[in-house]
């Protein structure tokens, strides 16, 4: 799928033959969840993730040595730094004010915009005014209200407050496995997170199976009130390995780990 048209559509990517694996591999249908969200971030902050994408360097931060835009050689090994310790509306808070500070901001802010809690209004409105700074939270707070709508979510078997049907389980988790700084400064820092994630509803008459999926996503993030924020978010595919041969487990089974795994809190 790509990131969206002008008339908010999306659209499954078909595969491709020729002799490249990756290119001929399955790539697993977008979650609906996922997709508005993308939609949304397009809709809203086209224009800046743009000018982001074709940014170059004047990274003004020197923990890592080179510019901002160069690949450092360790670029996913840990830094050994501690994770924050706070919590705000059940987001990790209180970022260091560091280039690494906004790597672990981006990594946990990705996982909580794809989460299965973007789909429940009174959650929803938390996470916005925890995770955008002030001066986006309105308009993206209507945004997704418009979006996340009485009648979508029953197109995804959801009741109007984003919950399954009795013996249903609605899955949207994200995985980050990596992060890419892309530009920095004391006051804004633009970084890329690689991310594998599963989502769907599991199930035994599901018509929506829980799927995985390989993305990533770029966020702008401005350093606001003490802490690291969401200014704008864009999302594109892969990178995505050829898929393995993976027994599909079994609707319960599934459910059952969603539910007995918990999540992360993501450090670099």
């Known amino acids: 799928m790509s990131l969206g048209d002008d008339t908010g559509r999306t659209r499954t990517r078909l595969p491709e033959g020729g002799g490249d694996p990756y290119g001929g591999a399955r790539r697993s249908g977008r979650s609906s969840s996922r997709s508005l969200v993308t939609v949304v971030g397009v809709v809203v902050l086209l224009i800046a993730a743009i000018a982001f ?21 360790a670029a996913t090994a840990p830094s050994g730094e501690k994770p924050v310790s706070a919590k705000e509306a059940g987001v990790p ?11 672990s901001a981006a990594a946990n802010y990705a996982v ?15 996470i916005v005014r925890q995770v955008f700074v002030t001066d986006k939270q309105a308009s993206l707070e209507d945004r997704f209200d418009k979006a ?32 890419k700084v892309t530009s920095y400064s004391d006051t804004a820092a633009a970084v ?6 599963v989502f769907g509803t599991a199930g035994e008459k599901t018509t929506n199976p829980v ?13 606001a009130d003490g802490d690291w924020k969401v200014d704008s978010f864009a999302q594109k595919d892969g990178p995505a390995p050829v898929p393995g041969d993976d ?20 450090a670099r």
């Open 93 to 103: 808070a209180g970022f260091p004010h560091t280039r690494q500070g906004a790597e």
């Open 112 to 126: 909580t915009l794809v989460s299965a809690d973007i789909l429940k209004p009174d959650r929803r409105a938390e």
């Open 192 to 197: 890329d997170v690689w991310c594998s994630g």
């Open 53 to 73: 994408a074709n940014r170059g360097g004047g990274d003004s931060d020197g923990e890592e040595g080179g510019g901002g835009d160069s690949p450092k050689a």
């Open 148 to 179: 996340y709508t009485k009648e979508f979510l029953n197109s995804i078997g959801l009741d109007e407050n984003g919950n399954a049907a009795p013996g249903e389980a609605y899955v949207s988790r994200t995985m980050p496995i990596g992060t």
């Open 211 to 223: 799927t995985s999926d390989w993305f990533t996503i770029a966020l702008q993030l401005r350093w």
């Open 247 to 266: 027994k599909a487990s079994t609707a319960e089974e599934m459910a059952t780990a969603v539910q007995e795994y918990g999540g992360f809190t993501y």
